[in-house]
Each structure stands twice: as C-alpha cells, then as structure tokens.
Nanobody
Framework: QVQLVESGGGLVQPGGSLRLSCAAS????????MRWYRQAPGKEREQVAS????????NYADSIKGRFTISRDNAKKKVYLQMNSLKPEDTAVYYC?????????WGQGTQVTVSS
C-alpha cells in the first residue's frame, strides 16, 4: 500500500521557519521524482519545489526561491522542505507528490499558517 505522510506543519510568525517532512512507503522511493505543492484557500494547487531521484537537481518556484530548500534522504525514504523567512502568503496546505514510473501519488497534506 502506497503512503505519503506529510508532517511538520503548524502556526508560525512571519519571518519564522518550519521544516516539512514527507515519509514514503509502498513504492521504490529512491527511483521517484519528488515534488512539494501547496494550495492556499481559493487558489489552485501550485508546485513549489522538486527534486530528482538522486537529489542532484532541484527546482523552485520563483515565489519561494532563496527561502525554501528541498532535500531527500533515500535511506530514510523521506523528502523535506525547509522553509525560512516565511511570509503570510506562504499560508497553505502543503502536499508532497511522488512520480514513480507511470504512476503518481499524493500525500494528505499538512497545514502551514504564517500569522502574527
């Protein structure tokens, strides 16, 4: 059974940091291309970061470039999103997604709220 379980969300003040984790099981994580998305209320889901299977190449949306860092640990079957200098507009539900061959899988999401 495939599972992607996000954690690490919460309430943080503007300028603060959070580290999201996504734990994977049920597929070959080390071969999967991983992505983080977010969806704010009333907005479409948008991709914020991606990382290749070996972690060698990362990409970021312009809106978070320089503030967020995606990484992965294939031994632990986890992907991370380190979020620094958080802004109120970063408030959203954050999802991880795995592209594994012809299939893709989504996590259930974790809420991030940036507010004073």
């Amino acid at each position: 059974q495939v599972q992607l379980v996000e954690s690490g969300g919460g309430l943080v003040q503007p300028g603060g940091s959070l580290r999201l984790s996504c734990a994977a099981s049920g597929f070959t994580f080390s071969s999967a291309f991983m992505r983080w998305y977010r969806q704010a209320p009333g907005k479409e889901r948008e991709q914020v970061a991606s990382i290749t299977s070996n972690g060698g190449i990362t990409n970021y949306a312009d809106s978070i470039k320089g503030r967020f860092t995606i990484s992965r640990d294939n031994a632990k079957k986890k992907v991370y999103l380190q979020m620094n200098s958080l802004k109120p507009e970063d408030t959203a539900v954050y999802y991880c997604k795995a592209d594994s061959g012809p299939r893709f899988y989504w996590g259930q999401g974790t809420q991030v709220t940036v507010s004073s």
